[in-house]
């Protein structure tokens, strides 16, 4: 009779146990994400200046309940939208799962960071935020909308032919400012972190307009540009600077957006997509092989049959994006020296030493597809070292 009565009274505490440690779970979990919404709502309640604050029923409602998706991605997705004085406009929906860089993960980090950043430029080269909307875990960012989207689509293969290079010469100048604007036109230095033509987008006259500042860092500006404290590598493979993977290459600054530039241009001016030297299919790595074809006379640049005027603004283009990816920080150019660069003569601008190639470059993909990561040997690394230290940084 005792042996049972103990059974029984550990029974029945195991049953009332388990909901009340269930219970428990359920309770810290909503505490911590309160405290991450409390957040965020004190971080927008002291911002000045800020655009439109939608409720999520206004979103829904301008969306026409999220019919008309433009684009998806490991933010969240895009929707038109059709706001009340009839102008139209990009909806960005930001995702609640925590492999979300801007919705849910890292406690809304990358919103705040959009909105605190994006939320008091006004420049013609930047996309403008209309307005945002946080309610709870539903957050969601309303921009100008952009009818040609973004660049991407119009350099890849099968679009090669859709811009001129007369407009691509116009777009990278177009970013170039917008670059600069951040860098120095505001009462904060802004870091992008993540330049690229998914991030670049076109209006009604292929005017381009940098989106997308998930990413971004404010720095306080100072003679030196201050430089930005960085825990992690971020940015898209390919489009980020060495110095983000190796620190004995030279500090993280503004100069990584420089390099991010650069190698947006080679991409526009080839007309190709951005070829990493570990894909299987590439036995050549395009900055070499452009810097090889520019700095012989004569030799023409462009793809495809194109007029003498046309073939110097791809050689320009050219070596203003070598400028820009020299693997040294110190000796990349800054964006108003770029701007001065694209703007001026072909014949004013010097041929830079051949950048160092990431032959021994390897990516690999996480779970959504996106790169996350970078390897080089240490054969390349010495190599990156080597270059630094023998090359004199010109003075810029």
Known sequence: MHNSTVVLVLAFTRAIGIPLV???????????????????EEFLQKQT????????????KVTEGFKDKLGEGGFGSVYKAKLRGGSFAAVKVLGTNKSSTAG????????????????????????????????????????????????????????????????????????????????SGCAMQILHFDIKPHNILLDQT???????????????PGGDHSIAALTAARGTIGYMAPEMFYKNIGTVSYKADVYSFGMLVLEM???????????????????????????????????GEVTEEED???????????????????????MNKVVEMLEGDLESLELPPKPVLYAAETVTKNEEGSSSSSHMSSEFTQSIISTVNNYESPQW
């Open 206 to 220: 292929f005017n381009p307009k940098i989106s997308d500042f998930g990413l971004a860092k404010l720095n306080h």
């Open 22 to 40: 269930i219970a428990f779970l359920i309770y810290k979990w909503r505490m911590r994400h309160q405290s991450a919404y409390a957040n965020i």
């Open 104 to 183: 849910g993960g890292n406690d809304g980090q990358d919103f705040m960071s959009e909105v605190a950043t994006i939320g008091r430029i006004h420049h013609a080269n930047v996309v403008r935020l209309i307005g945002y909307c946080s309610e709870g875990s539903k957050r969601a960012l309303v921009y100008e909308f952009m009818p040609n989207g973004s660049l991407d689509k119009h350099i890849l293969h099968h679009n090669q032919g859709s811009l001129s290079l007369e407009q691509l010469y116009h777009i990278s100048l177009g970013v170039a400012r917008g670059i600069e604007y951040l860098h």
């Open 269 to 303: 001016t080839g007309k190709r997509k951005n070829l990493n030297a570990a894909t299987e299919h590439s036995s050549v790595y395009f900055p070499s092989w452009v810097h090889n074809e520019v700095s012989m006379p004569g030799t023409p640049i462009a793809v």
């Open 312 to 334: 110097n603004i791809a050689k320009k283009m050219v070596i203003v994006g070598l400028w820009c990816i020299q693997t040294n920080p110190a000796n990349r150019p800054p």
């Open 49 to 60: 200046l800020m655009p439109i604050r939608y409720s999520y029923s206004d979103i829904k």
